[in-house]
């Protein structure tokens, strides 16, 4: 056969027809259709070519078992986002990207631990319930936590300055449903930029900055796990977070409480800084249309 720019599509479509099976064959043909019209639109010269194929193997050669630069990628173009949204739940509370930084498991923790291994600032409080859409509760779920220290830093990105689990914390409900834990209220900070992606940044005139946020995984038997944060309502970036992962409904007041009482009663001194986040997880196969 003779290859060309009008006949080679239709040539790798075809090689693709003996897939294992339909779906292994409609996303491959998806991305070849997609990726030859891509290529036609901006027709790469041969040394841009090469370029896009050196970022790609850069991007996989930065990726380690404390950081997934192919999720970063992902997320500041927008596509861990969309996917997020598509196979969302829609009666449950709003999912968002899971980042790059639940590379470790959380340590186990009892209601009430503190997160804060290394003694930050003005306390904190995060508290809320775990329920069904009908806000039923559900006793025994899991709440996997993680977050940044105050100065915008993760545990894994701090080796030598922060204990491993700092910032993280896995915590099952009581019988009502509750959980609550002590932490402090983290920083906004810049994604990582000393890799390709931050590059890309660079070049396309974007700053690297996420809003302060807590990350959030919940679970319950028979009900559908949803990945999601608590971003802090004045946070600086809450309006151009660069993954674009903001919902409103996920926007919290950390507000200041000087009510000493409860702060015996959470384990901490007032003033404090206490968010509340309820978490509503959808039945089993409950799924977006």
Same mark, same amino acid.
């Given at each position: 056969?003779?290859? =060309?720019? $009008?006949?080679?599509?239709?040539?790798?479509?075809? $090689?693709?027809? =003996?897939?294992?099976?339909?779906?292994?064959?409609? &996303?491959?043909?998806?991305?070849?259709?997609?990726?030859?019209?891509?290529?036609?639109?901006?027709?790469?010269?041969?040394?841009?070519?090469?370029?896009?194929?050196?970022?790609?193997?850069?991007?996989?050669?930065?990726?380690?078992?404390?950081?997934?630069?192919?999720?970063?990628?992902?997320?500041?173009?927008?596509?861990?986002?969309?996917?997020?949204?598509?196979?969302?739940?829609?009666?449950?509370?709003?999912?968002?990207?899971?980042?790059?930084?639940?590379?470790?498991?959380?340590?186990?923790?009892?209601?009430?631990?503190?997160?804060?291994?290394?003694?930050?600032?003005?306390?904190?409080?995060?508290?809320?319930?775990?329920?069904?859409?009908?806000?039923?509760?559900?006793?025994?779920?899991?709440?996997? &936590?993680?977050?940044? =220290?105050?100065?915008?830093?993760?545990?894994?990105?701090?080796?030598?300055?922060?204990?491993?689990?700092?910032?993280?914390?896995?915590?099952?409900?009581?019988?009502?449903?509750?959980?609550?834990?002590?932490? &402090?209220?983290?920083?906004?900070?810049?994604?990582?930029?000393?890799?390709?992606?931050?590059?890309?940044?660079?070049?396309?005139?974007?700053?690297?900055?996420?809003?302060?946020?807590?990350?959030?995984?919940?679970?319950?038997?028979?009900?559908? $796990?949803?990945?999601?944060?608590?971003?802090?309502?004045?946070?600086?970036?809450?309006?151009?977070?660069?993954?674009?992962?903001?919902?409103?409904?996920?926007?919290?007041?950390?507000?200041? $409480?000087?009510?000493?009482?409860?702060?015996?009663?959470?384990?901490?001194?007032?003033?404090?800084?206490?968010?509340?986040?309820?978490?509503?997880?959808?039945?089993?196969?409950?799924?977006?249309?």
């Amino acid at each position: 056969m003779d290859f =060309n720019e $009008s006949t080679t599509l239709d040539a790798v479509l075809t $090689s693709f027809e =003996n897939a294992a099976d339909d779906r292994t064959k409609q &996303v491959l043909q998806a991305v070849t259709r997609h990726l030859h019209e891509l290529v036609r639109e901006v027709r790469p010269s041969m040394r841009e070519w090469e370029q896009a194929i050196a970022f790609l193997t850069e991007v996989g050669n930065r990726c380690d078992d404390t950081r997934q630069e192919f999720v970063l990628l992902s997320d500041v173009l927008g596509v861990s986002m969309l996917i997020e949204t598509m196979n969302g739940a829609p009666a449950g509370t709003e999912g968002t990207v899971l980042g790059p930084f639940h590379m470790v498991d959380s340590p186990a923790r009892e209601l009430g631990d503190t997160i804060d291994l290394i003694g930050g600032g003005t306390p904190c409080v995060v508290s809320g319930a775990v329920t069904d859409p009908s806000r039923t509760p559900l006793p025994g779920a899991t709440v996997d &936590v993680w977050q940044c =220290n105050e100065d915008g830093f993760y545990d894994v990105q701090q080796p030598d300055t922060q204990p491993p689990g700092n910032g993280r914390g896995l915590f099952h409900t009581d019988h009502n449903g509750r959980y609550w834990f002590r932490t &402090v209220v983290p920083s906004h900070y810049p994604i990582p930029t000393d890799g390709p992606v931050g590059r890309l940044l660079h070049s396309a005139g974007r700053h690297p900055n996420r809003p302060a946020h807590i990350h959030f995984i919940a679970h319950a038997p028979g009900h559908r $796990s949803v990945t999601t944060h608590v971003f802090v309502a004045d946070s600086p970036y809450v309006d151009s977070d660069a993954v674009f992962a903001v919902k409103r409904s996920l926007i919290v007041d950390f507000a200041e $409480s000087t009510d000493a009482g409860e702060a015996a009663r959470y384990g901490v001194t007032a003033p404090f800084r206490h968010a509340r986040f309820d978490i509503h997880l959808a039945p089993e196969g409950d799924q977006a249309p």
